[in-house]
């Protein structure tokens, strides 16, 4: 039986009321959200609000009828007193609809306005699982990076300098009402944030797919992210296909709508998979990490992703062979515990501009122990590593990771991958 098939079948999945997915689809936004309500507010931020396709959704807006304030600040990496600050704004606009148009940032900051507004006090209030007490104002989320998934999922990532490491809200109450996933309005991305938007992409789609499975009474609980299941796993290798197929052509030649297309689908894809699934270790460890180097989160989790692998091949080896299949990784390449998907993803990982050690990130030998300790905090994704990550464990996988050794904790991984270009 392949791993797909574990018995019994079991899962859960949360979505979005609705997902409209194509390109020119961003048209349809006026009307989703006149739908939800009267007065707008879009979240967006500054490189996005001078850009043509701003403007046209703002008369758009407007000509449905709705009457339309813009905030374009949004930081990229979310720093969380930004949230509270905009939900004066939109309460003084009277705002009960918000339109999160950009990256995970704009998408996250309109979720916690969402919160805010509905509930009051302050981000912090709601920080970690399931701490948002009911409903909050809909959110229409158009994302113009192919990565986060954040137009599908239940958390905002914030930055929270008083906590050196990033920090979420996670609350089945913050999906989208309906998400609008138009892959033209990637075409702008520069190569470097559509590589590390990609390699998170995929390390949502590879973390939920081999995450820890969890008891059927444990699925309905006061747990946002409940481990892999058998509604989660088709999304996530999905997601891992087309990723092996678009994300270097993406990169390369960055107009190609067929590849910003197929990205556009594998970062739905793995939201809609870790959505539910939730993430593991290398998002554990990337928090921190990206805290401590000020460097976008999708580099950080694209570069760990290799070595968190291999830290969990030795447990879900029947799915990183999934996975391997998934990336096309040739049949006679499918060797080791990981069936060579380890250097695999090291390989496409490196080949869109991602450094492959913590060293060439700005990480000091010295900043391990603290990286690792810190590395604890988000329980969420410590709980969901599939293999148990503590802190001694979380330190092997730093320093793995520091010196570039895809051999963690001394274990073989399989052969070289070769291209995978286009092979999936
Ligand atoms: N909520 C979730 O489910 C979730 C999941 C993963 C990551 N995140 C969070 O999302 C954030 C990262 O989001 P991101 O990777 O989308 O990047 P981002 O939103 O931080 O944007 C990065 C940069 O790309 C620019 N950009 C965005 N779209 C563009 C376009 N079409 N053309 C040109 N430039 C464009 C932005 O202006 C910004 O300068 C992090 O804070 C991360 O923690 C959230
Ligand atoms: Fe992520």
């Not at 046209?56 to 000509?63: F, K």
């Not at 006090?121 to 998934?149: F, K, L, S």
């Not at 060439?360 to 410590?382: C, H, K």
């Amino acid at each position: 039986m392949d791993a797909l098939g574990e018995l019994p079948l079991r899962g859960l999945l949360r979505g979005p009321r609705e997902v409209l997915f194509g390109a020119g689809t961003r048209a349809s936004v006026p009307a989703a959200t006149a739908r939800l309500g009267r007065r707008a507010l879009v979240v967006t931020d500054p490189r996005l609000g001078a850009d043509r396709a701003t403007g046209q959704l703002v008369d758009g807006l407007r000509a449905a009828g709705l009457a339309v304030a813009v905030h374009d600040r949004a930081a990229p990496e979310l720093p969380v007193e930004d949230g509270a600050a905009l939900a004066e704004e939109a309460r003084r606009h009277g705002a009960d609809v918000l339109v999160g148009f950009g990256g995970g940032s704009c998408m996250d900051l309109a979720k916690v306005v969402a919160v805010l507004l509905a509930h009051g006090g302050t981000p912090q209030d709601y920080y970690g699982e399931d701490r948002v007490p009911g409903p909050v104002a809909p959110v229409v989320a158009v994302p113009t990076t192919a990565g986060t998934g954040s137009e599908v999922t239940p958390v905002a990532v914030v930055t929270d300098a008083e906590r050196a490491t990033k920090v979420g809200i996670s609350s089945r109450h913050l999906v989208p009402h309906t998400a609008v996933v138009d892959p033209e309005l990637a075409i702008t991305c520069p190569p470097s944030v559509t590589a590390a938007a990609g390699a998170d992409a995929l390390a949502h789609c590879v973390e939920a797919f081999t995450a820890v499975r969890r008891r059927v009474d444990e699925l309905d609980g006061a747990r946002v992210f409940v481990g892999r299941g058998v509604l989660t796993d088709h999304w996530a290798l999905l997601g891992v296909r087309h990723v092996a197929r678009h994300l270097r052509r993406c990169v390369e030649v960055p107009d190609d709508l067929e590849a910003r297309s197929g990205m556009a689908l594998a970062a739905l894809a793995g939201g809609m998979a870790f959505g539910t699934a939730g993430t593991a270790g290398a998002h554990a460890v990337q928090y921190p990490v990206g805290a401590l180097t000020r460097t976008p989160h999708g580099t950080g989790v694209g570069l760990l992703l290799p070595y968190v692998m291999a830290f969990v091949a030795p447990v879900v080896g029947d799915r990183l062979r999934e996975v391997a299949e998934a990336l096309g990784v040739p049949e006679a390449q499918r060797t080791g515990p990981d069936a060579g998907s380890v250097r695999a993803v090291a390989d496409l990982v490196a080949a869109i501009g991602i450094p492959r050690t913590l060293a060439e990130l700005g990480v000091g030998a010295d900043d391990l122990p603290a990286l690792a300790a810190a590395s604890m905090s988000a329980r969420r994704l410590v709980e969901n590593s599939p293999r148990e990550l503590d802190e001694a464990a979380a330190l092997r996988l730093l320093r793995a990771a520091h010196a570039g050794d895809l051999a963690v904790d001394g274990q073989e991984v399989g052969a070289a991958s070769g291209d995978t270009e286009g092979a999936a």
